[in-house]
């Protein structure tokens, strides 16, 4: 079955750094990506749409100069937090879309990135 | 755009049969899903309603009305595997991408 793989699964950073979280289809292409944030006991939220080889469509409410995403890959997605804030701390998750099997309905999630800004 | 809601807890006995309900307004519509969800854990994919009525898989079943605008997950056999929560989802196919819009989710917990 399609898999899909974030790195890291836990990050603790300093308010101010920043931190790339990684997303990654690892036998099939996607095209398009999808990153969710999650408080915590709340569900998920749609950030924005990570498309291959343009630019990202966000959600309104997301700085898109705050979190940077760069889809220059099929099998890759990345999602730059700059200039960290505690507030930014929650479980990061992307998922992806396999086109090629007749079921592009359905999205394929990656395990989650704990960010923990301190 | 849409929003879905679901209540937010649900108690059930192991063995027994729970239903949880998805309300939903939204404009594009292009299908509901439903997803588990254990704690610290990434979403699983349990079922994709896009026309009325009954999808069975296994010991869980997904029920779709679109005139209602209302989606049940059926779930049989409890088993306390099943303790998780339970994820509502309607598509939006606006941009031709299933963008997803989740409810809150509903936390159920499976006792002995």
């Known amino acids: 079955g399609a898999v899909v793989s974030q790195h890291p699964s836990r990050v603790i950073c300093k308010s101010g750094t920043s931190v790339k979280i990684e997303c990654r289809s690892l036998?099939?292409?996607?095209?398009?990506m999808f990153w969710y944030r999650q408080f915590p006991k709340k569900s998920l939220m749609l950030m924005a749409t990570?498309?291959?080889?343009?630019?990202?469509?966000?959600e309104q409410g997301v700085e898109k100069d705050k979190f940077l995403i760069n889809h220059a890959s099929l099998t890759l997605s990345t999602l730059t937090v700059t200039s960290a804030h505690p507030e930014d701390s929650s479980f990061y998750i992307c998922?992806?879309?396999?086109?090629?099997?007749?079921?592009?309905?359905?999205?394929?999630f990656g395990p989650g990135t704990r960010l923990t800004v301190t | 755009g849409q929003n879905s809601d679901q209540p937010t807890e649900m108690t059930a006995t192991e063995g027994a049969i729970v239903q949880i309900n998805c309300t939903y307004q939204t404009s594009g519509f292009n299908g509901l899903f439903w997803y588990q969800q254990h704690a610290g854990e990434a979403p699983t994919f349990l079922s994709y309603?896009?026309?009325?009525g009954l999808e069975e898989k296994g010991r869980f079943s997904s029920f779709l009305s679109r005139s209602k605008g209302y989606s049940y997950l059926l779930l049989k056999e409890l088993q306390m595997k099943d303790s998780a929560s339970y994820l509502c989802a309607v598509a939006n196919s606006g941009a031709g991408s299933y963008q997803l819009t989740f409810g809150k989710g509903t936390k159920l917990s499976v006792i002995p």
């Open positions: 309603n896009v026309l009325d």
């Open positions: 998922s992806a879309r396999d086109t090629s099997t007749g079921r592009d309905y359905e999205q394929y």
């Open positions: 990570s498309n291959e080889g343009s630019k990202a469509t966000y």
């Open positions: 036998d099939f292409q996607a095209t398009t």
